[in-house]
């Protein structure tokens, strides 16, 4: 049978939710660094690969998958344990229902994205930050008394929010004092095997020492 391949990148969120999956599975894989900043991702040789020329793409025998919420769910399905889905069912509505409102209320803020990619500062961003402490806000009451969003285990609800807290908690100085239970949850994550090798951090690591970047350290 062929090896798991993942095409990724050191600074991909989306393909870093497929690595912490197939690592939290302990499942072997090939992993393929498709170059974003040459624009390999919009070659024909990917875009044969996934139309849409976008990471991470997760090819398994015959399957072929992409979008980093279908692929957790391929990896949930076809190699089932360990289990990443909680099966009590108010557990499981909880991880789904965090998907959720992430994708409609935190992800689409992407100060992050402005920051680092567009060169924007805290004059320019203006109520998108005030938009993102709020929601911030309410993840922070989210964080209950187990030390995952949904209890005792690392979920796929973890896993789904975790490049983004990571990129406004290291990248944009989300102050601890005032966020003291996501920081902790953070740290808990990053004790991980799984998420302590991700090429993510590394990419990311001087973020953390340039202060003009960390917006929301400046916003309180
Ligand atoms: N909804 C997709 C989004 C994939 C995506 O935006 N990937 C980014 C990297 S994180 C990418 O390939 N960007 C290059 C582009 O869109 O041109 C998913 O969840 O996988």
Not at 35 to 50: C, V, Y
Not at 149 to 174: H, K, Q, T, Y
Request: hydrophobic letters at 40%; a negative charge.
């Amino acid at each position: 049978m062929d090896r798991l391949k993942l095409y990724g990148h050191p600074y991909s969120n989306n393909a870093m939710r497929a690595q912490l999956c197939l690592d939290e599975k302990g499942l072997d894989y090939d992993y393929v660094t498709v170059d974003l900043f040459k624009g390999e991702h919009k070659q024909p040789a990917f875009k044969a690969i996934n139309p849409r020329g976008q990471v991470p793409v997760l090819v398994d025998g015959a399957a072929r998958v992409y979008e980093s919420v279908a692929i957790v769910h391929y990896l949930e399905h076809r190699y089932s344990t360990p289990s990443l889905i909680p099966s009590d069912p108010v557990a499981m509505a909880t991880c789904f229902r965090l998907i959720g409102e992430f994708n409609q209320k935190l992800d689409p803020t992407n100060v992050f994205g402005s920051v680092k990619f567009g060169g924007k500062r805290l004059a320019d961003l203006g109520e998108r930050i005030d938009k993102l402490l709020a929601e911030c806000r309410i993840w922070e009451g989210y964080v209950g008394d187990g030390p995952y969003f949904v209890g005792d285990m690392f979920s796929i609800a973890d896993i789904v929010v975790l490049p983004f807290f990571g990129a406004i908690i290291d990248g944009l100085g989300l102050p601890e004092a005032d966020f003291p239970k996501l920081h902790a949850w953070y740290d808990r994550c990053k004790s991980r095997p799984s998420v302590a090798k991700q090429p993510w951090f590394a990419a990311f690591a001087d973020d953390r020492l340039n202060d003009e970047q960390r917006v929301l350290a400046k916003a309180g």
